[in-house]
């Protein structure tokens, strides 16, 4: 059967010798000859054959294709503020001059985009010693200053003595007290600290100052150089000269940072960053809505919303950093009440301040240890919005709203002060006595022996007598 259809096949096929391929009429002669299941079946395999070569051919160019950003092209940013101290020893104070700092500067360590700390100048993580007091860096080859100069452990020394000096005026300076800092060699450092501080890694992702440029500068002119805002970094970013732009009353506009070509990683994609400056969020909106500016750094939830209603991408990032209500008992009798404070942490809505407050965008901590980045276990007390609790609490305490006007008061009784009616003498007992030596053993000077007998003898007088 199968012969005799293979047959009827190069009969059809026999006129087409002169032709280098058949006419289409003649593919069509093809399946005439092949029964309603046969034409079915070969239907099915052409299709798993072109299928086949589809996938294969699909395979063959992800398998062998690298997909990796082009290098060059232009970003434009627009930014609340405006930078004073593009200088990492200052930068915490300003917004706009920490996140300057960060393109142009780098530290020891780093922040990964895990919200993780990893070597950056440090060739790996460092060498922990004596229960965590000790901390041994050594630097990675090859580490230059963005105008060609050599990096050395002797930049890193100048910038915590600085910092530590309180002339210089660092809000660093508490962080780095008492952290002793020896140079090994010109790529080894050792820091001391007194005692065990699991956090100290994330201290080290301090930037640091050329020793070079600002060695020369007293600290009382630190505030006025230069180079605060025509910094020499090693970061990826270089400060492009000339580039600083300001207007008729002094106020920075725009400013530009290029690839530094001496960094020590990866080099930037874009040839060019440029920062525009802005005083409010309403002319902010209005660049980005010109087409003057191509993102923004940060901006309100609500102005956020707004402009993700006219097509803007969003894009949130966590950072390592958290707000709260810091309460001083020293400074307010009401607050010395620990009940107070307990009251106070139930009785707070989180959840409606992050709804309400940051629109959604944030999340609720419950201890100033980030677990995420410090690796500290989670806090053995979180107190859930609870109000009925609060003000329980606060009703056991003796805070109570008696007049109902909202607002609680707590009597406080006063202790009666202490009347004797007869002269108390030698021999003296009763409980005019008693009343008597507990004042006494108030003040373990006046009555060391703080005796509660009842009975005036020897011991008694003499603290009468000290009194």
């Given at each position: 059967?199968?012969?005799?259809?293979l047959?009827?096949?190069?009969?059809?096929f026999?006129?087409?010798?002169?032709?280098?391929?058949p006419a289409?009429?003649q593919?069509?002669q093809f399946?005439?000859v092949l029964?309603?299941g046969?034409k079915?079946?070969?239907s099915?395999?052409?299709?798993?054959a072109?299928?086949?070569?589809i996938?294969?051919?699909?395979n063959f160019?992800?398998?062998?294709?690298?997909?990796?950003?082009a290098?060059?092209?232009?970003y434009i940013?627009?930014?609340?503020?405006?930078?004073r101290?593009i200088n990492?020893?200052y930068?915490?104070?300003?917004d706009?001059d920490r996140?300057?700092v960060?393109?142009l500067f780098t530290g020891l360590?780093k922040?990964?985009f895990?919200?993780?700390i990893v070597?950056?100048?440090?060739e790996?993580?460092?060498k922990?010693e004596?229960g965590?007091?000790v901390?041994?860096?050594?630097l990675?080859?090859?580490?230059?200053?963005?105008?060609?100069?050599e990096f050395?452990?002797d930049?890193?020394?100048y910038?915590?003595?600085?910092i530590?000096d309180?002339?210089?005026?660092?809000?660093?300076?508490a962080?780095l007290l008492g952290?002793e800092?020896?140079?090994i060699?010109n790529?080894?450092i050792?820091?001391?600290?007194?005692n065990?501080?699991p956090s100290?890694?994330?201290?080290?992702t301090?930037k640091?100052?050329p020793?070079h440029i600002?060695?020369?500068?007293?600290?009382?002119?630190f505030h006025l150089?230069?180079?605060?805002?025509?910094?020499v970094?090693?970061?990826?970013f270089?400060f492009?000269k000339?580039?600083?732009?300001?207007?008729?009353?002094?106020?920075?506009?725009s400013?530009k940072l290029i690839?530094?070509p001496?960094?020590?990683g990866?080099?930037?994609?874009l040839?060019?960053?440029?920062?525009?400056f802005?005083e409010?969020?309403?002319?902010l909106?209005?660049?980005?809505?010109?087409k003057e500016?191509?993102?923004?750094?940060?901006?309100?939830?609500k102005n956020s919303e707004i402009l993700?209603?006219?097509?803007?991408?969003?894009y949130?990032?966590?950072?390592?950093?958290?707000?709260d209500v810091?309460?001083n008992p020293?400074?307010s009798k009401?607050?010395?009440e620990k009940?107070v404070?307990v009251a106070?942490?139930?009785?707070?809505?989180?959840?409606?301040i992050?709804?309400?407050?940051l629109a959604?965008?944030?999340k609720?901590?419950?201890?100033?240890f980030?677990?995420e980045?410090?690796?500290?276990?989670p806090p053995?007390k979180?107190y859930q919005f609870?109000?009925e609790?609060g003000?329980?609490?606060?009703?056991?305490a003796?805070?109570?709203?008696l007049d109902?006007?909202?607002q609680r008061?707590?009597i406080?009784?006063?202790?009666?002060?202490?009347?004797f009616k007869?002269?108390l003498k030698?021999?003296a007992?009763?409980?005019?006595?008693?009343?008597?030596?507990t004042?006494l053993?108030?003040?373990p000077?006046?009555?060391p022996?703080?005796e509660i007998t009842g009975?005036?003898?020897?011991?008694?007088?003499?603290a009468?007598i000290r009194?």
């Amino acid at each position: 059967m199968i012969f005799e259809k293979l047959k009827k096949i190069a009969l059809i096929f026999r006129s087409w010798k002169k032709r280098p391929l058949p006419a289409f009429y003649q593919w069509r002669q093809f399946f005439k000859v092949l029964k309603r299941g046969e034409k079915i079946a070969f239907s099915i395999f052409a299709f798993l054959a072109l299928s086949s070569a589809i996938f294969l051919t699909v395979n063959f160019y992800f398998q062998n294709t690298e997909i990796s950003p082009a290098k060059g092209g232009a970003y434009i940013e627009g930014i609340i503020g405006q930078p004073r101290l593009i200088n990492p020893i200052y930068a915490q104070a300003n917004d706009v001059d920490r996140d300057l700092v960060e393109l142009l500067f780098t530290g020891l360590m780093k922040y990964n985009f895990k919200g993780g700390i990893v070597p950056d100048l440090a060739e790996e993580y460092p060498k922990i010693e004596d229960g965590g007091r000790v901390y041994e860096f050594y630097l990675k080859e090859n580490l230059f200053w963005s105008d060609g100069k050599e990096f050395s452990v002797d930049d890193i020394i100048y910038t915590i003595e600085i910092i530590q000096d309180p002339d210089y005026q660092s809000p660093l300076r508490a962080s780095l007290l008492g952290v002793e800092v020896e140079r090994i060699s010109n790529q080894g450092i050792r820091f001391k600290l007194k005692n065990p501080y699991p956090s100290f890694l994330e201290t080290l992702t301090l930037k640091i100052l050329p020793k070079h440029i600002w060695q020369e500068i007293p600290p009382q002119n630190f505030h006025l150089a230069v180079f605060n805002l025509e910094p020499v970094g090693n970061g990826p970013f270089q400060f492009k000269k000339k580039s600083l732009t300001k207007d008729k009353l002094g106020h920075i506009k725009s400013l530009k940072l290029i690839p530094n070509p001496n960094y020590h990683g990866q080099l930037p994609f874009l040839s060019k960053i440029s920062f525009y400056f802005f005083e409010t969020e309403k002319d902010l909106i209005k660049a980005w809505q010109k087409k003057e500016i191509k993102g923004i750094l940060t901006i309100s939830p609500k102005n956020s919303e707004i402009l993700k209603k006219e097509g803007a991408k969003i894009y949130q990032l966590s950072f390592p950093r958290y707000f709260d209500v810091s309460f001083n008992p020293g400074k307010s009798k009401i607050l010395a009440e620990k009940e107070v404070r307990v009251a106070l942490n139930y009785g707070t809505n989180k959840e409606e301040i992050v709804r309400e407050v940051l629109a959604g965008q944030g999340k609720i901590v419950h201890s100033p240890f980030l677990s995420e980045i410090s690796g500290f276990p989670p806090p053995s007390k979180i107190y859930q919005f609870d109000l009925e609790k609060g003000k329980e609490i606060l009703e056991k305490a003796g805070w109570q709203d008696l007049d109902q006007d909202g607002q609680r008061e707590k009597i406080i009784k006063k202790e009666v002060e202490i009347l004797f009616k007869r002269d108390l003498k030698l021999g003296a007992k009763g409980e005019e006595v008693r009343k008597l030596q507990t004042c006494l053993a108030k003040d373990p000077e006046v009555y060391p022996e703080g005796e509660i007998t009842g009975y005036f003898g020897a011991k008694t007088k003499r603290a009468v007598i000290r009194f």
